[in-house]
């Protein structure tokens, strides 16, 4: 159980274009979801909370009109890198907290993470 | 905000040997520290947590240990194997807000 998932793998794409990531919990339901940027070497980065209904919450220093989240469904939030540039290239990963009664609190479940290179 | 630091930031040890990373963090309101094994270009996957009203856990090989006094908790691994050569993190979070600080992460390479 508490399987998250994500969507591409992999993007390469060209500098001034927009790149949308996907992540689905599989089997859970997730009011909260988290969203990661891990550059090479480098630790896991917080970036934005994001909430099923309502506007995501972003870090001190992450531009939100830049990464767009949207979190429309209990298992599906995605992130829109829009008009990406080289610098924006790195390993997005996303998470999510399950909670439900059974769920542990605090606990959260990663997807494989999204690796992204802007030409 | 939260700040965890980790040491140390690689760690060699021969294969049968113990490694200990250790970590600190600043808000007394975290309440769960997890740690985290990740391999290259993939997830990081939990190994073992430790919630606030708990000092010491363990599973198998692997320990950890939290003093809420020092604000400090460090990861144990006993009989190291060579499979458990990764980069681990240590995090903590309060728990209202769920959100996970991480610290920069421990290179461990289990030599032969």
């Known amino acids: 159980g508490a399987v998250v998932s994500q969507h591409p793998s992999w993007v390469i794409c060209k500098s001034g274009t927009s790149v949308k990531i996907e992540c689905r919990s599989l089997?859970?339901?997730?009011?909260?979801m988290f969203w990661y940027r891990q550059f090479p070497k480098q630790s896991l980065m917080l970036m934005a909370t994001s909430n099923e209904g309502s506007k995501a919450t972003y870090e001190q220093g992450v531009e939100k009109d830049k990464f767009l989240i949207n979190h429309a469904s209990l298992t599906l939030s995605t992130l829109t890198v829009t008009s990406a540039h080289p610098e924006d290239s790195s390993f997005y990963i996303c998470s999510a907290r399950d909670h439900s009664p059974t769920g542990r609190l605090n606990e959260q479940f990663f997807g494989p993470g999204t690796r992204l290179t802007v030409l | 905000g939260e700040n965890v630091e980790q040491h140390p930031s690689t760690l060699s040890v021969q294969e049968g040997d113990s490694a200990v990373i250790k970590c600190t963090y600043s808000d007394s309101a975290s309440n769960y520290f997890p740690w985290y094994k990740q391999e290259l270009g993939k997830r990081p996957q939990l190994i073992i947590d430790?919630?606030?009203?708990?000092g010491e856990k363990k599973d198998q090989r692997i320990a950890v240990t939290l003093n809420k006094t020092a604000k400090h908790f460090s990861l144990h691994i006993t009989e190291t194997q060579p499979e458990d050569s990764a980069v681990y993190f240590c995090a903590s979070s309060t728990g209202t807000a769920s959100k996970l600080t991480f610290g920069t992460g421990t290179r461990l390479q289990v030599t032969l």
């Open positions: 089997d859970f339901q997730a009011t909260t």
């Open positions: 430790i919630r606030s009203n708990v």
